[in-house]
């Protein structure tokens, strides 16, 4: 697959989300340069294709889960596609909705103290 058609798949994808397809017009020449250089890495490592592709999917799906905090019900629908069927392909590319959240916990209370301090500081100032 050469940059424009990993490009135009990735339009593809953005396509049912007006926003996502709005960012990718406007950074669309650094998102095929940046594609470019992606697949022809993959390529002259030896990835095979069926394995980009699973990578791609389980990366992209992964991104859209964390921007909607593990909820699936939103990020089926900025993705255009049921939840049941994220939630298939989830469970295909061995993405778990705990790997996700994991990601999102809060951080220890130790540090949250300080954040705390700085953002009192911050209203008092």
Known sequence: MDASGAAGSLKFLSGRNAVGYGKLIEQGVDVRRELDSLVTQMHSSGVRYEDAVREFK??????????NRGNQCKAADELGIHRNTLSRTMAELGL????????????PRSERLMYGAARQGYRQG
């Open 58 to 67: 389980r990366q992209y799906l992964r991104e859209v889960l964390v921007a």
């Open 96 to 107: 778990s909705l705990a790997e996700v959240r994991a990601g999102l916990k809060r951080p």
